[in-house]
């Protein structure tokens, strides 16, 4: 049989590198597609475990994680070891304490060699309650005080960056860290940059003082004797990196929300300007300052563009009517997530989009835009903006107008104006072939044309958050059910309200769902989940059952038949038929929803009777169906209900 090239299937890995649970199943296939899977595990280890999926973790539970991964870095690499006069590996370590499992000695693999995106922040910091008790009062809140934690913990780090800064695209540092540590020298394939801790960057009024009538001159500013701050550690960083590689290309300023007492210092746009030209990516979602220094923000590569959501502080967007002109500056944009109070955000395409109709109507093209030069915009592919409901709808519309063809993801989150709007979103003369992710909020929510769906045949994600007041016109959910590519549901909003709408008879005859989300869903009981996870379950039974009646017993083949339908005479396995077996069987055998995630506080109820439901099938007469069906469902629990955006 002919192989695929290894090339191939690194690109086709590549788009599920998020996919945590079948990378972990290729690592178990064979050794090629091993070297392909670990490559993307290990790449960012410390960073997986900092997901917001993880966030339900307690210290303990966090802690022991931290130090299992840092093990297994530290001895597969044999980082810090040295080779005695007996010729054995001797570490350089306090002594692994008696929970730490033994590894196979020698590693077959160095796992430190496939790190790129070194997360420096909490790497370290949250460690060593497992891996080396012999350190007296290790996990204490002031654990900076305790010297030798301090010196072992800097030892592991510094080996680290040693041994990895070649090989490092990706560095996340904080604000009090010294960053002259960090060697210049060899870090020629860095590329993306992310400055946490922002709120350490606060400044007294001296430095204040001195950031108005000093220029922006480093060299000037040591010279007069200007005190160097942590920022301007950072800048200095980011100057002579740029000066002598010119690799960095992405930009991100805090990655966890601030509160508005404590909100970054206005001196960070000097970071965006230190990247230069270069720049292809910023991301400043939680630093809502940033709106008000557009003018400072490169624009020539730009490619994504992530700004503060929130209308809250409000007084900071009132009079900046100027996105839509920053925005025909950027001629290389594909992504932009912001804030928005203005209808016509994206005229700077709207040129472009009308020479492309003219050139489809050459008869009616003579007359204009003839002799014109139009700067040519790149389409948008991923757009997230938050407003006012006529705002948002009007911008949204005009979008899929423009880029039907290159839309990838649509988020809009909207508040309520006063009035119920009288343009809905709606796209039912347009296609949408790349979409496949749909997030809507608030009144866009409850006003969207449902019926739009069906222009989009590859939509397989949808965040749909009822919040805000409810209109008077019943939203038509129920054409959801025709939409076979849905996957994944997220609902946000109070139950009541959502059981009222309809909602759980249109969430059961989802029978393509494999994933439901009802964390942001207020009100809901153990009780309703577990019978609306029940009703996804036996109405998918009932429609494999018409299907089989339709298409007649031969499509059974290799998959559980179910007693009604069973045929006088039996099948017989051909050729043609096995090779279809395995594939049909994951398809047919079982209800396709393999996650149900809820609130924690229901976890006891719902498992209770989910295990009842279990025994009640579990007898002979139960059918296989609905058996494989309820063993393939996994609950995932989350402390805190997850808030609207």
């Not at 009822?466 to 590519?485: D, E, Y």
Request: proline residues 6%.
């Amino acid at each position: 049989m002919p192989s695929v090239p290894e090339e191939c299937l690194w690109l086709i890995v590549n788009y599920l590198r998020h996919e945590r649970a079948t990378l972990h199943a290729l690592l178990l296939t064979n050794s090629t597609f091993f070297r392909i899977a670990v490559s993307f595990l290990y790449s960012s280890p410390f960073r997986i475990l900092e997901e917001e999926s993880n966030w339900h973790w307690n210290v303990i539970e966090k802690t022991r994680r931290y130090d299992a991964l840092l093990h297994l870095l530290i001895h597969s690499s044999h980082l810090l070891s040295h080779i005695d006069e007996n010729g054995r590996t001797v570490m350089d370590l306090p002594r692994y304490g008696p929970e730490v499992p033994i590894l196979p000695s020698p590693s077959t693999v160095d796992y430190l060699s496939y790190y790129t995106d070194m997360f420096h922040d909490p790497m370290i910091h949250q460690t060593f309650m497992t891996l080396f008790p012999t350190i007296p009062n290790c996990y204490q809140a002031n654990v900076i005080w305790y010297r030798s934690m301090v010196e072992t913990r800097n030892r592991i780090e510094y080996a680290m960056m040693d041994r990895l800064l070649p090989q490092i695209t990706s560095l996340t540092v904080t604000m009090p860290i010294q960053v002259p540590r960090i060697r210049l020298g060899s870090m020629a394939n860095l590329r993306r940059l992310e400055v946490i801790g922002t709120e350490y960057c606060w400044l007294t009024e001296d430095d204040l003082q001195a950031a108005e009538v000093l220029p922006m001159n480093r060299t000037t500013r040591s010279s007069i004797g200007y005190r160097m701050t942590r920022l301007d550690r950072m800048l200095m960083f980011i100057w002579d990196h740029q000066r002598i590689f010119g690799t960095l290309r992405e930009l991100k300023i805090e990655n966890r929300p601030v509160a508005l007492d404590d909100q970054p210092s206005v001196r960070l746009i000097e970071l965006v300007e230190a990247m230069g030209d270069r720049l292809e990516v910023l991301e400043a979602r939680y630093w809502p300052d940033a709106i008000l220094f557009l003018e400072r923000i490169p624009t020539r590569r730009l490619q994504r563009l992530l700004l503060h959501l929130s209308k809250e502080p409000g007084p900071i967007f009132e009079g900046r009517e100027n996105m839509a002109m920053f925005l025909g500056q950027c001629p290389n944009l594909e992504e932009f997530s912001m804030y928005t109070d203005e209808r016509d955000l994206l005229e700077a395409w709207r040129p472009q989009y009308q020479r492309s109709q003219q050139h489809q109507q050459p008869s009616s093209s003579h007359y204009s835009l003839q002799g014109t030069q139009i700067p040519t915009m790149s389409p948008i592919k991923r757009i997230n903006i938050a407003g006012l409901a006529p705002n948002v709808i009007a911008v949204i519309n005009e979008a899929v107008d423009l880029f039907a063809a290159n839309l990838e993801a649509i988020s809009a989150r909207s508040w309520f104006s006063g009035k119920p709007v009288t343009v809905p979103l709606s796209w039912p003369g347009s296609t949408l072939g790349r979409l496949t992710e749909l997030d809507l909020e608030g009144e866009v929510a409850w006003t969207f044309d449902y019926e739009s769906l069906f222009s989009c045949p590859r939509l397989c994600r949808i965040r749909l958050g009822f919040t805000g007041p409810k209109p008077k016109r019943q939203p038509a959910i129920h054409h959801l059910t025709r939409l076979v590519t849905l996957q994944d549901l997220e609902l946000v909003g109070n139950w009541q309200t959502l059981a009222i709408q309809g909602w759980p008879k249109v969430v059961a005859e989802l029978y393509h769902l494999e994933r439901l989300d009802l964390i942001g869903c207020e009100g809901i009981t153990s009780d309703q989940v577990f019978a609306v996870a029940r009703d996804i379950i036996v109405q998918s039974h009932s429609w494999r059952l018409r299907e089989q009646g339709r298409r007649g017993p031969s499509v059974e083949h290799g998959v559980h038949r179910e007693s009604s339908i069973q045929c006088s005479t039996s099948i017989v396995p051909t050729a043609a038929t096995t090779t279809t077996t395995a594939a049909s069987d994951l398809f047919y055998g079982s209800c396709r929803l393999r996650w149900v995630i809820a609130n924690r506080r229901l976890e006891d109820g719902l498992y209770r009777h989910w295990y009842s439901l279990k025994q009640v099938y579990n007898g002979s007469a139960g059918s296989p169906y609905v058996k494989a069906s309820l063993d393939r469902v996994r609950f995932s629990w989350v402390t805190t209900a997850r808030p609207s955006r």
